[in-house]
């Protein structure tokens, strides 16, 4: 079974990196569910990176 990579673009991470600074969704969990993104480890990369 093939993996499928979603690829994200910079605005996107930038967009979702700002919101979780703000707190609007909460946990990093709710965050990825509200924006289907597959894992916190994705957001917590994009954190170190953007944030």
């Given at each position: 079974?093939?993996?499928?990579?979603?690829?994200?673009?910079?605005?996107?991470?930038?967009?979702?990196?700002?919101?979780?600074?703000?707190?609007?969704?909460?946990?990093?969990n709710?965050?990825?569910?509200?924006?289907?993104?597959?894992?916190?480890?994705?957001?917590a990369?994009?954190?170190?990176?953007?944030?």
């Amino acid at each position: 079974m093939a993996v499928t990579r979603v690829r994200y673009s910079e605005a996107f991470k930038r967009q979702v990196v700002e919101r979780v600074e703000r707190g609007d969704h909460g946990s990093l969990n709710k965050v990825a569910k509200a924006y289907g993104i597959g894992g916190m480890s994705t957001i917590a990369q994009w954190i170190r990176k953007y944030g």
